[in-house]
């Protein structure tokens, strides 16, 4: 694992074609990493008829609401938690 | 599809396209891809009926039993949060077959929301299937960019000093709201409490009430 709880972390900025699942409202986002749930196989290959392998930590990252949308309309403390691949994150 | 495609008859005739009366297009596409699929010997008919048979059969019942005994046992909630499949064992309940599933505690500082941005990742096997609403793209956007908009549309008001926290769950972990015991339910038994946990109070857009509300 490459990053514990605490630490702070950046989702990567690129895009990707085909089937991935980090949200692109995050790319680029600052958040902190909550949990780190495990590994599982990795998405972006197991969509196009591979076993996946080898598995990728996921983690929960957590991460300020008005961090992610600059004219958020609730209070400074709302946040929003999100499952990122290790390889969709860098040091922040 | 293209006119050198291989086809069992001849088009000598003309013809309305073969139809199916009234199907929506998204319907048509997912006959035409599960056709694919059982031709190139991926699922089976069988298997799929399988799939759906066990879809529909589950209910939010299960994850409103999982939320009663969580409420009158503190260490068993202690379990639930810790995790939620060996939890769900000691029920006798089946988690399904999502790698990891995640209970998340509503208390008075914060309140936990669930999505899925991405499609409709949803704790099926503890909830049933997913309401239309939490696949439709508003809810799917609107929830992680403006929620307390959404949840007041959905009658919860949320005092601004509790921390609004949504889930988005992209990708191996699917989630399940416990959601806080409401007030004057001290007398009830597990079964009367787990009676009042609704489906949208364990995706976190509403909060159980002590009696259901009536309707005017």
Redesign the interface.
Known sequence: MRFGPGQRVRVASRSHAGHC???V?LRGKTGTVACV??S?TN?ETRAYDSDGLPEQP?Y?V?FV?HD??PA????S?????????EHWLEEA | MGSDHEHPHVHDHPHEPIGHDGEPAAAARVRALEELLVEKGVVTRESVRQGVDWLVSRSPADGARLVARAWVDPRFKERLLADARAAADELGLDAGPSPKVVAVENTDELHNMVVCTLCSCYPRALLGPPPAWYKSLPYRSRAVSEPRAVLAEFGVELDPGVELRVLDSTADVRYLVVPQRPKGTDGLDEKALAALVTRDSMIGVAQPRATEPQLA
Request: aromatic share 18%.
């Open positions: 699942r980090t949200p409202y749930h495990g599982f998405p996921l929960g957590v609401q992610v949308w958020y309309a609730g209070p403390e709302d946040s929003l938690v999100v499952d990122v691949f």
